[in-house]
Structure formats: structure tokens, C-alpha cells
């Protein structure tokens, strides 16, 4: 007589983006029309984008990164000046003020919101200072009154690095509707995708004007035959193909963001009273009400285990379950080491890149899948805790 076998779990991975027959086919209508790079559909999302950040000018791009860059450059930022930023953040962030000719200024985070302490970004302008980048990890804005009022106060500009936030809102009034210029990103693993892309939301149609002119080589064209370049742009346009993808993506997105609400919801539900955070691990700040629910992160008490996050992460692994790691701190990798940074400079931010591990959240999970993630969670704890 054999034994019999409980047959393992599917695998769980970290992110998988949802896309419906309607879009795949769109994009296969767009593939048979022979144009495939960027027209008449990226013209339809832009139109659609503008509508939904209130009427504001928008141009796409081919990455949240491009988006960050020409930002600051329609700032006027160069050589000689410096940007503020927080250290908890994908590197992109940062590189992009190097690649203008900047330098980047970190200010640590709150220790709570994992957003950049605005106490400490006001404490660290200087004359040099042109302007911020605020990140909103996970799609958690910033105070956003207050991020505002000292912008004012220093004439200085803003780029929000809102790549995580599309859907967030600041007090009802939704992200990208607001403010200064708003980065959004659609990268795969975004609440809001077309495979890889972003957006930049602009003032007026004079800089939406630049964003075009640093999207594509500086060009202008007039007529049938004119053609001029008087600044000096790159190739950042967005395919076709990917406009219609986010196309594809916009009318769901109620719907995307309901849904991550619920199972951000269900973690939360699963995890407090747990052994994982009797143990100590930490939760994300609970905002329902501005977030997006990009991510859910937990951050590991690792003092009080008897594993490594690596080794955590493998158990999830062994338990059929994916996880991510966003994000060291930038100012310890080697190209900023290399600048003069070093640890210490900012603990909060030290202390979040080192024990943070971000769980699945993807509108395709269930409630189900949730308790199997929060089971294993707290089974490691267990297991492993000291």
C-alpha cells in the first residue's frame, strides 16, 4: 500500500500582472496595423492620462527613470546645484540627478511612513539647493501640504517620484492632479502597467513642449518637410504596442486598487497578534485612505532570528511563495560609497534597506493566498525566532 501525498501549493510568485483579453487583443490590432512605435494610441493614452490627472499636460515616456530625468532637466537642473531625495528608494532616483550633472542630498526617512522626513528635508537646503525629489514608497504619498509649503518657502521646484503612487491621493485629491511635476512609472510590476513606460505630468503646455522636444533628440517638426533641434534630447518615446496595454489597464483600475485594498486588508488581519509580530516584526503604516497598496513590506526584527533575510526569503521559497527586497539604501552601494557615503549618515533609512521584505500583492491573489503567505510568515517566526 503506498502512502499518499499532499501535493505541493502552486507557486505564489512576488508579482504578476493582470491583462485581459480585450488589451492582448487590442495589442495584436496594433501589431497587424504597421504602427507599432509611438502614435495614435500613445496620443490616446496621453489624452486619457491628462483626463485622469484633471485636465493637466502629460507625456508619456519609456520608463519611470526618463520621466524622473527630463524633469529635472525642464527644472533647470545642472551642474553645481543639489537635489534632495530620500535614500529609501530604487537607485534610479538618485542616479538621474548625477546624470544631469547634479548632486543628490539624502534626508533619512520616517522610521513609520518609510517616506523621507520632511524635518529633516527642510533642514538639509542649502543655497546649492534647487530642488526635491520626494518618493512615495509603496504609493504612500508624503504630507503633501507640507512638502508644498516648504517648497514655496524656498522657491525651490519639485519632481515627485510618484512611480509606485498612480491612484494615490492626497486629502481626496488624486496624485498627479496636484502639485508640481508628478512622475509616474508603468513598469510590469506597477499597480498601473504597459510592460515598461511612465509618465510625466506637467505644468502648462510650454513644458510639455520640452518633455516632447527631450523625449525624441530635441526634435521639432513643421510641415511636411521642417525639422530643427535646439536642445539636446535623447530616445525615450513609448511604443504603441505599450500605450495600448495602458490603455487596456485604465478602466480597471478601480477596481485593481479595491482589490489590493482588500488584501492589504487581509495581511494585516493575518499578521497583528501573530507570532511574526510578537516576535517583532514591523507592518506597514495603515493608511486606507491615501495609499494605492503598491506593496505591502514587512521589515525583520533579524537580532531576534536565527536566519538571515536571505534565509527567510528561501524559506519562503521552500513554502512556494516569491518575496522582493525594495530597497538598500542607496547611499551604501559602491557608486555612492565612492561620493562619500557612508553608514551611519542615515540610520532609518539604514536599518529599513537592511531588514525589509516585500510580500506578494497583486490584484490576481486572493484572501486565500494572503493566509497562506501570513501562515508561513508566522511559521518561520516560529521556527526560526529566538
Not at 139 to 157: E, F, N, S, T
Not at 243 to 257: I, N
Not at 288 to 293: A, L, S, T
Amino acid at each position: 500500500m503506498t502512502q499518499s501525498t499532499v501535493p505541493p501549493l502552486p507557486l505564489l510568485p512576488f508579482v504578476k500582472p493582470e491583462i485581459d483579453e480585450e488589451t492582448i487583443q487590442g495589442v495584436a490590432d496594433v501589431l497587424r496595423s504597421g504602427w507599432i512605435t509611438t502614435g495614435p494610441q500613445n496620443q490616446k493614452f496621453e489624452a486619457a492620462l491628462s483626463e485622469f490627472c484633471g485636465g493637466r499636460p502629460v507625456r508619456t515616456f519609456n520608463s519611470g527613470t526618463a520621466t524622473l530625468e527630463i524633469g529635472l532637466r525642464i527644472a533647470g537642473v545642472g551642474p553645481g546645484d543639489e537635489v534632495i531625495t530620500s535614500p529609501a528608494s530604487w537607485v534610479a532616483t538618485s542616479n538621474v540627478i548625477y546624470e544631469v550633472g547634479a548632486t543628490p542630498v539624502f534626508a533619512d526617512i520616517n522610521p513609520i511612513t518609510r517616506n523621507i522626513d520632511l524635518d529633516k528635508l527642510e533642514q538639509a537646503i542649502t543655497p546649492r539647493t534647487k530642488a526635491l525629489i520626494p518618493v512615495y514608497l509603496s504609493g504612500l504619498p508624503v504630507d503633501m501640504d507640507r512638502l508644498y509649503a516648504i517648497a514655496r518657502a524656498h522657491k525651490l521646484r519639485v519632481v515627485e517620484d510618484a512611480a509606485q503612487a498612480f491612484g494615490s491621493t492626497w486629502n481626496g485629491k488624486r496624485i498627479g492632479a496636484i502639485g508640481d511635476m508628478v512622475s509616474f512609472s508603468f513598469h510590469a510590476n506597477k499597480n498601473l502597467t504597459s510592460i515598461e513606460g511612465g509618465a510625466l505630468v506637467l505644468n502648462n503646455e510650454d513644458e510639455a513642449v520640452l518633455a516632447q522636444k527631450y523625449r525624441l533628440q530635441g526634435i521639432t517638426r513643421t510641415g511636411f518637410d521642417g525639422m530643427d533641434c535646439d536642445v539636446l534630447g535623447g530616445k525615450y518615446n513609448l511604443t504603441d504596442v505599450a500605450a495600448r496595454v495602458g490603455l487596456g489597464q485604465l478602466p480597471h483600475l478601480e477596481r485593481f486598487l479595491a482589490q489590493r485594498r482588500k488584501l492589504a486588508r487581509a495581511y494585516f488581519a493575518g499578521l497583528e497578534g501573530g507570532a511574526a509580530v510578537k516576535l517583532g516584526v514591523g507592518l506597514p503604516f495603515a493608511d486606507f485612505e491615501n495609499g494605492n497598496w503598491h506593496m505591502f513590506q514587512i521589515t525583520l526584527p533579524l537580532e531576534k532570528l536565527s536566519i538571515d533575510r536571505a534565509g527567510f526569503m528561501g524559506q519562503l521559497k521552500e513554502r512556494g511563495i516569491g518575496s522582493g527586497v525594495h530597497y538598500p539604501a542607496i547611499h551604501l552601494f559602491s557608486l555612492y560609497r565612492a561620493r562619500g557615503f557612508t553608514e551611519g549618515m542615515f540610520p532609518h533609512a539604514e536599518r529599513f534597506g537592511a531588514t525589509n521584505v516585500t510580500l506578494p500583492l497583486f490584484t490576481l491573489m486572493n484572501e486565500g493566498d494572503v493566509a497562506r503567505v501570513c501562515r508561513a510568515v508566522n511559521e518561520i517566526c516560529e521556527q526560526y525566532g529566538k
